[in-house]
């Protein structure tokens, strides 16, 4: 009698990790705006937007981990031209640890006065290189417990709706604030920096709204947290709205912590 063998087969099933895509936004290039773009995207991509001016055009973008990049602010320029995303913004990132770099927000403008360059409602970004000019909000983001902002290089001026109540950028309730190596200033009435974060790291900035600028407090945390305020310039022009040029834990300290530590900072106070 033959022995028949036996085989024992085995399949395995290999997941292998989706690549991530590069898409080009321009003229002349597959997409032509960042909208084109924003609806096709998927988890870790990163869209290059090449030299032009996008005007009107405003999305939401969803996946997570994007790197939207553009070739320098001074060449890239979002102009709201009065439109704005969902009724929020030029841009209104959704999704989680998204980059953006090398872009310029301008003219955002909504009902309801709080028109941002960027809107962010997802946990996690970083803003490097970017200008925001003229909007109700440079950057606006609401309470997000688990989210971490950070923004390097970038300038901030002349945002504002003109009531008080908008700025030239404002963080909300999230885990941490890093800013670092930034220009704000000459705010529409607003605060040059108004952040709720709970942990705030404020370094090497420059918050100067010269002789003739109208920003309230150059930088604001109202609710106090750990609080490291480093290396920055501040100078307070005669014509500013609010005579304090900081403010810590001025509404209501909401956090268990309550520490402040300032170091090498200038301040000039030119309002009398």
Not at 109 to 135: H, M, P, Q, W
Not at 177 to 185: A, D, G, Q
Not at 214 to 222: A, E, F, M, Q, V
Request: charged share 20%.
């Amino acid at each position: 009698m033959n022995a028949t063998p036996f085989f024992s087969t085995i399949l395995l099933s290999i997941a292998l990790p989706l690549v991530a895509a590069e898409y080009h936004v321009g003229m002349g290039y597959p997409y032509a705006s960042p909208s084109a773009v924003a609806r096709v995207v998927q988890d870790g991509d990163t869209v290059r937007i090449h030299a032009g001016a996008y005007r009107g055009d405003v999305c939401v973008w969803r996946a997570n981990q994007l790197k939207l990049i553009g070739d320098g602010a001074e060449k890239v320029i979002l102009d709201s031209e009065g439109k704005v995303c969902q009724g929020k913004g030029i841009w209104l990132i959704q999704g989680n640890g998204t980059v953006v770099s090398g872009i310029t927000f301008t003219g955002a403008k909504c009902s309801d006065k709080n028109g941002a360059g960027i809107r962010l409602e997802g946990n996690g970004l970083t803003v490097r290189n970017c200008i925001f000019r003229e909007n109700e909000n440079g950057i606006l983001c609401g309470a997000l417990p688990e989210c971490e902002v950070t923004i390097e290089g970038c300038t901030f001026e002349r945002n504002g709706a003109g009531d008080g109540y908008s700025h030239n950028l404002y963080i909300g309730k999230i885990k941490r604030l890093t800013f670092r190596k930034n220009s704000s200033h000459h705010a529409n009435i607003g605060h040059a920096l108004k952040s709720r974060a709970l942990e705030n790291i404020i370094q090497n900035n420059r918050f100067d709204d010269g002789t003739d600028g109208k920003s309230s407090y150059l930088l604001d945390l109202p609710n106090g947290g750990k609080a490291v305020v480093t290396d920055n310039f501040f100078r307070q022009s005669p014509l500013a709205s609010n005579a304090k040029i900081f403010a810590y834990g001025e509404e209501k300290p909401l956090y268990p912590s309550q520490d402040l530590t300032m170091e090498r900072n200038t301040l000039i106070d030119l309002r009398k």
